[in-house]
């Protein structure tokens, strides 16, 4: 993980029990006798991730409601670290203002963005129900509330039409997009993650996440050319677009539209033990 994350230590339970109690009746031994949780538990994780907000970034509560996604909360502050590396790099840090395209019902981008390094965030998403439920998560904190604003995309056709606003300027914008082609082959690893964690086939995920949060038609490489091609329309008004790419063999579809529009861009990889990811960076 990237050296500023904090999370690059073994959690301390005895700490995260303390601010969420109910965190407890979760935590299980591993083989060395060390406290640890199930992973494959999805109320184990809700759990932990609300420990985590409240103990490392003083979120005063957050929930998710069912079936919508629990993020790793390591792994997406290791999003937000390597995007300040970014604009620390083009000297883009003061008064940083960034823009979060599919919010989601967990916020965790603006929430992290604006806990580690006071960024205003605006987090826009075409689902009511993730709007209402991420504007929820902020309210309950003064400081998130004063500095992030939840904003219903009404077309789905767009995501930077009717987001961005006239003379509105972001230093970046950023993305999980749905990575799946189909529903079908959502399931299909749905499935293959069910298996390796234990589980039996069917048993609640420890992720979850709705449709339009896991797959849509084309998968990630048509959403990132989608992307892509609007994000000309709006090249004075964002400094750098970001999205992140869960799969390696998508880069080429994506570099093909952004040598096409003469973009200037970059991959900037990360990693999580043995996890390899990457996000993708570009400007006009």
Avoid at 23 to 48: C, M, P, R, W
Avoid at 179 to 204: C, D, M, Q, V
Wanted: charged fraction near 25%; glycine fraction near 6%.
């Amino acid at each position: 993980m990237h050296p500023n994350n904090i999370h690059n230590e073994a959690y301390n339970f005895d700490e995260l029990e303390k601010v969420q109690p109910e965190l407890s009746k979760y935590i299980i031994a591993n083989t060395n006798a060390e406290k640890t949780i199930d992973f494959g538990d999805n109320q184990a994780v809700l759990h932990l991730n609300k420990a985590l907000l409240k103990h490392h970034y003083k979120v005063t509560d957050w929930n998710i409601p069912p079936k919508y996604l629990i993020p790793p909360i390591p792994g997406r502050a290791d999003y937000i670290h390597h995007l300040a590396d970014l604009l620390t790099e083009e000297k883009l840090t003061p008064e940083v203002k960034g823009l979060d395209i599919g919010v989601g019902a967990n916020c965790i981008y603006p929430i992290l963005g604006n806990s580690i390094y006071h960024w205003k965030m605006v987090g826009a998403d075409i689902d009511e129900n993730a709007v209402v439920a991420a504007q929820n998560n902020i309210n309950t904190t003064k400081k998130l509330s004063q500095n992030i604003e939840i904003r219903y995309q009404d077309d789905h056709s767009n995501m930077f039409k009717g987001i961005i606003q006239k003379g509105e300027y972001f230093n970046f914008s950023m993305c999980n997009p749905p990575f799946h082609s189909s529903k079908e082959e959502a399931a299909k690893t749905s499935r293959r993650k069910t298996k390796n964690l234990g589980r039996e086939i069917g048993s609640p995920l420890n992720f979850g996440g709705e449709s339009n949060e896991l797959w849509c038609n084309g998968g990630e490489a048509l959403f990132l050319k989608r992307m892509i091609k609007e994000s000309a329309d709006f090249k004075t008004q964002v400094a750098w677009f970001t999205s992140l790419i869960s799969k390696k063999e998508s880069l080429s579809k994506i570099y093909k539209q952004l040598d096409k529009l003469k973009a200037t861009y970059k991959v900037i990889p990360m990693s999580q033990g043995n996890k390899k990811s990457r996000f993708i960076a570009w400007k006009f």
